[in-house]
């Protein structure tokens, strides 16, 4: 940062929480093992659309593994120099014809320019989230037209606001049982592992504050986590103003409408035919 320029505290917090959960690619492997139906349901959309794809917010390839494995061309961008170099490691574990098909570009969504397009880009599991202010949504989206070829889509999820889980009071800590945390040495430690949430309603963010404390003794520690959080009527109205309309909008991974009771919401969107920013 060069001298004199101020750093404002609150743009400290949401970097942290836009990077710390990535800066240990096991852990985040671990966490998410379980959660494929997002995997299969990207995999089927790309099979169908076919190549290239951009899929932007890439991490460690946990969705672009799979669809190179298709045989489909596709450039993953992340900003997190560690998910990347977990993606690459975990590319020398495949076969030539699958590393082929990926390009690892790191990069910001709101600032990527790659020279190309793409009749599909994706943007999986919340990586959206990490946009927290109206220049950073409008940043994403005008750089996304600019890597959709006309009738291209752009398809992404994020979860949706549970008006109960924001308004969880910051001094709780929720519990979850006792769990091995993968180490980079061979051997894992057993860690206590709670969570506290902190809603801040005029940003509309919110902090989770994961705290890891190890059984045996040793520091505990506490990796933060910012998540936007947009209210459907909102993110169609960014979606519009910013040149996009939704082709549909599914409320889980098997293709149910989005639904009051969804958790998730997957956003279908082609651009707005005739649209011309202003
Ligand atoms: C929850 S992870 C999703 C990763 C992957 N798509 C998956 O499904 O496992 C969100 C990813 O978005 C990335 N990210 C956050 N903000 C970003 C930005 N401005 N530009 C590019 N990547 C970003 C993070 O580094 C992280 O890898």
Same mark, same amino acid.
């Given at each position: ?13 949401? /970097? ?77 574990? /495949? ?37 927290? /202010? ?46 091995? !945390? ?16 902190? !809603? ?40 519009? !103003? ?37």
């Amino acid at each position: 940062m060069g001298a004199g320029v101020t750093r404002h505290p609150e743009d400290a917090e949401l /970097e942290a929480g836009t990077s710390a959960h990535y800066e240990d690619p096991a852990y985040y492997q671990q966490t998410y093992a379980r959660r494929t139906e997002d995997v299969a349901y990207y995999v089927d959309l790309a099979s169908k659309h076919g190549g290239p794809i951009l899929e932007v917010g890439c991490g460690n390839g946990r969705i672009t593994l799979p669809i190179a494995r298709l045989g489909l061309d596709i450039v993953g961008v992340d900003r997190s120099a560690p998910m990347l170099d977990d993606l690459r490691r975990r590319m020398q574990q /495949e076969p030539t014809h699958t590393v082929d098909r990926i390009d690892v570009r790191r990069g910001d969504m709101r600032r990527l320019r790659l020279g190309r397009r793409f009749p599909l880009v994706i943007c999986p599991f919340n990586a959206f989230l990490h946009l927290y /202010e109206r220049k950073d949504v409008e940043a994403f989206l005008a750089r996304t037209r600019e890597h959709l070829t006309p009738n291209g889509s752009l398809v992404f999820d994020v979860s949706m606001p549970q008006p109960s889980e924001l308004a969880r009071d910051p001094a709780r800590a929720y519990s979850t049982p006792r769990f091995r !945390y993968p180490d980079a040495s061979s051997s894992s430690m057993l860690v206590r592992y709670s969570e506290r949430f902190d !809603y801040d309603k005029l940003r509309q963010v919110l902090f989770v504050a994961m705290e890891f404390s190890p059984v045996n003794g040793g520091d505990s520690w506490m990796t933060p986590l910012a998540h936007r959080q947009f209210h459907p009527q909102e993110l169609e109205a960014l979606l519009h !103003y910013n040149g996009f309309r939704i082709t549909s909008l599914e409320g889980d991974f098997e293709g149910s409408a989005a639904t009051s009771d969804s958790e998730s919401l997957v956003f279908h969107c082609k651009l707005r035919r005739g649209w011309r920013p202003a």
